[in-house]
């Protein structure tokens, strides 16, 4: 009889210590069995390995309404165990899609990949004056520039958005952003 059958054979006798001598001899192979389950789930799982073992070893191990180490469960061998690991781990993980598909979890919302453009960045009362100033200096030599800072800065449009609003490329929008970007840089910073 190997530790694990033996440990498994006194958890289900009863001993309140055979628990916690099973664990540190099962937790790799679990580790492992778990790291398996996760690597079949879609992108974005958010549960980790570890707290995936812990999960199934408690389900495992202890019972509702019962000491730690006091299960009704009944295993026959280390084979038989691990076979319960499985499905415990398959449930927890079934359990926690359930979850998420709720609404309260954003049930039926998709993730949106986020675009750092898009985030305005609170800006004080000077440096919005400075900006003005330069985008006055800019639209003197360059309006279609300036008028793309316009679109981007303060109504919050995208290169894509913005191209098709002053009907030009995607890539001149581009261009151009980068050319307005270096151009309010070097304004900005002044001489020296």
């Not at 006798?13 to 001899?25: K, N, S, V, W």
């Not at 799982?45 to 019972?63: I, K, M």
């Not at 191209?163 to 840089?185: E, G, H, M, N, V």
């Amino acid at each position: 009889m190997t530790d694990v059958s033996r440990i498994l054979s006194a958890i289900e006798q009863g001993d309140p210590h055979a628990a916690e001598q099973l664990l540190p001899l099962v937790y790799d192979e679990l580790r492992k069995l778990a790291g398996q389950r996760l690597a079949q789930e879609k992108q974005g799982q958010t549960l980790q390995a570890t707290a995936l073992v812990h999960e199934a070893y408690l389900r495992l191990v202890a019972s509702p309404g019962r000491e730690f180490g006091e299960s009704d469960q009944h295993f026959d061998n280390r084979g038989h165990f691990f076979a319960a690991a499985a499905e415990a781990m398959r449930r927890i993980l079934v359990d926690n899609a359930r979850r998420k598909r709720g609404l309260k979890h954003g049930g039926n919302r998709q993730r949106q990949p986020l675009d750092p453009d898009c985030i305005a960045a609170p800006q004080a009362a000077d440096d919005l004056l400075a900006l003005d100033e330069a985008l006055t200096r800019l639209a003197a030599t360059e309006p279609n520039v300036a008028e793309l800072v316009k679109l981007r800065y303060f109504a919050g449009l995208t290169i894509p958005q913005a191209a098709a609003q002053l009907q030009i490329s995607p890539r001149t929008a581009d261009a151009w952003w980068s050319y307005a970007k270096a151009w309010f840089q070097a304004a900005l910073q002044g001489p020296g």
